[in-house]
């Protein structure tokens, strides 16, 4: 049974995702309105995945991912919240999030994400994944303007694309579902195929391209 820890100061909310996790098989094992009081239910409890919002009163999000990556490497995280600007974005992730969905997604969404990022998965909510994507691209375009090295780094990766065997028809349609921000159950979904076999058709994506990061890899399918 996943052992999910939540993090909110919206006690509604805390309630209302306990019920949802509950009724399919996952155990709440405390909630927390802000990240000290989550810290310190780290201390007597463990958790396998911890649900956190970013703007709360007391220690906020962005600061208990990079306490909780430092203090609790095994939990995983999954930032659950209402913001999806540049700065909330940049820093939950490389603080060491796991997953970003936005409160909005869903029940299915917040169950599916919940299942794949313990399954090794990292999940972006589509809109997460568009800004993210144009933030890159942005970037690695300001770098090849400003930086020969740079420039460099980044046709390394673009030819990893090109230069490549070609991909099968089924490999480039899932890549291209990539990189419409499906995740890997939707794409299984949309398919008719299990979502064991969709990752075994990224991870071969991956190794004809040299690029084992799934939003790098959108980055450079995007183009």
Do not use: W
Request: glycine content about 8%.
């Amino acid at each position: 049974m996943i052992r999910v820890l939540l993090v909110d100061d919206e006690t509604l909310l805390l309630d209302s995702l306990e019920i949802i996790l509950t009724l399919n098989q996952m155990e709440v094992v405390a909630k927390a309105h802000d990240g000290r009081e989550a810290l310190e239910i780290l201390t007597e409890k463990t958790c396998d995945i911890a649900l956190v919002d970013l703007n709360m009163k007391g220690m906020g999000g962005i600061e208990l991912i990079g306490e909780l990556k430092q203090k609790h490497p095994e939990v995983k995280i999954l930032v659950l919240t209402t913001f999806y600007d540049d700065k909330n974005i940049t820093d939950a992730i490389a603080g060491g999030a796991d997953g970003y969905l936005l409160k909005d997604s869903g029940k299915d969404a917040i169950l599916g994400a919940v299942r794949q990022i313990i399954g090794g998965v990292n999940v972006l909510d589509p809109k997460v994944m568009q800004r993210l994507t144009q933030l890159m691209t942005q970037n690695a375009a300001r770098g090849a303007a400003g930086a020969a090295t740079q420039g460099e780094a980044d046709s390394k990766d673009k030819k990893a694309l090109t230069d490549l065997p070609e991909l099968t028809e089924r490999e480039k349609e899932i890549c291209a579902l990539m990189v419409d921000g499906l995740d890997n159950k939707q794409i299984a979904k949309k398919l008719y195929i299990s979502e064991g076999t969709v990752k075994n058709y990224i991870s071969g994506i991956y190794d004809k391209t040299g690029i084992h990061d799934r939003v790098k890899l959108i980055v450079e399918l995007r183009g």
